[in-house]
């Protein structure tokens, strides 16, 4: 390895500013970024990728809001601007120079097979952005860019981590280096694939339509236990085995909610449980859901009243942020055979 690599390990996670946060973006990602900030073994970089939304339309005013209301939803769940680098992506020019390395790296037949452009783009995918093809590039500089050796991310992003890791080999393969590391996905607990609550075939997402289908860390009490009171289950009481969840994906969600939530494991959770119906178990799990949820939401609005005060612990963070990077860059461009670079 280079001189540029640290001996603390670097974990870098990234969320984009499409919409309001998830129940889902909570518990598996922001939850766990929490974790890994707090227990001390690694230096943990989090960023609103901005660059990354635009991918898809995103309205000016809108994109604004949602990256300051991403900001704060960080904030509020614990990440501390102090101990973590907290910054938006486009405010590192770094992000964007190592992702036409990548774009230059990284193959065509890579990027399509990817099942969230497939998804994004739809059946006209002749009518998607170019960005939305390019983006896991844009993805894997996020991560190299730091030297990243640990990416805390929900099930959905597994496929893009393994094209970082694809990235990283090809380009220390061609140029003959052992430059970039080869990243661990960090994807485990309970809550990596929080579904839907109202089809327990799909993930929770700030884009499905239906408002029912997921609760937002804006959402307030009222409209948490609505949520929960109505989200889909089956006529079943609770089995006594997590076996008995196998079949029952709408049951095994909830079940797995409350787990999160907790943070307990979803055995002990069935253990308490085992034989009650929805009726009795829904609003023991609205409660929890108020109790853990209902801090982080006043934290939020908060901290939202003083946008001028986000915009400058972004500052901060994206200076920071930019201090690990340059050097990385510059290599890279050294490596590269940029002239201006160096050697
Ligand atoms: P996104 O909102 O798509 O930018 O996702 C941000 C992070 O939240 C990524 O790590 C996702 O894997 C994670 N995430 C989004 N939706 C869910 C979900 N329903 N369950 C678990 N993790 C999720
Ligand atoms: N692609 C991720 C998502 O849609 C967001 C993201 C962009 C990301 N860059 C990243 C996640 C780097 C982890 C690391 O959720």
């Known amino acids: 390895m280079t001189d540029n690599t640290t001996f603390t390990p670097r974990v870098f996670s990234g969320i984009q500013p499409s919409g309001g946060l998830t129940l889902g973006n909570y518990l598996g990602a922001i939850k766990r970024f929490v974790e890994m900030q707090d227990g001390g073994t690694y230096q943990t970089i ?46 590192v020019p770094e992000h964007t120079q190592l992702g036409w390395i990548f774009n230059c790296v990284a193959r065509m037949g890579w990027m399509k ?52 890791r694809d990235v990283a080999t090809k380009f220390n393969h061609d140029y003959g280096v052992d430059f970039f590391p080869i990243t661990e996905p960090v994807i485990h607990g309970v809550a990596t694939r929080v579904m839907s609550l109202r089809d327990g075939s799909k993930k929770m997402s700030k884009s499905d339509p239906s408002d029912m289908s997921r609760i937002n860390l804006t959402d307030d009490a009222d409209a948490i236990a609505q949520k929960i009171r109505k989200a889909k289950t089956d006529p079943e009481p609770l089995p006594d085995t997590l076996d008995g969840l196998a079949d029952r994906p709408e049951a095994a969600n909830l079940v797995n909610i ?51 005060e986000l915009d400058r612990l972004l500052a901060r963070g994206a200076d920071r942020a930019r201090e690990l990077a340059a050097p990385v860059l510059k290599k890279t461009y050294e490596i590269v055979g940029m002239v201006g670079a160096g050697t």
């Open 113 to 164: 097979r990817m099942t969230q452009f497939k998804d994004k783009a739809g059946k006209n995918a002749e009518n998607a952005s170019l960005g939305l093809l390019a983006y896991p590039a844009l993805m894997a500089a996020d991560i190299l860019l730091y030297h990243s050796t640990h990416v805390p991310v929900g099930d959905d992003q597994k496929q893009h981590l393994e094209l970082t």
């Open 46 to 91: 989090y960023c609103m990728v901005d660059l990354h939304a635009i991918t898809v339309w995103q309205n000016p005013s809108d994109l604004r809001r949602n990256t300051r209301e991403l900001a704060a939803g960080y904030i509020a769940s614990g990440i501390d601007p102090e101990r973590s680098i907290l910054m938006n992506q486009s405010q």
């Open 258 to 308: 409350y787990a999160a939530l907790d943070d307990r494991g979803a055995d002990d959770v069935i253990a308490e449980f085992a034989g009650q119906q929805f009726g009795a178990f829904k609003p023991k799990l609205a409660d929890l859901a108020v109790a853990k949820l209902s801090p982080i939401s006043c934290e939020m609005s908060r901290l939202m009243d003083d946008s001028a």
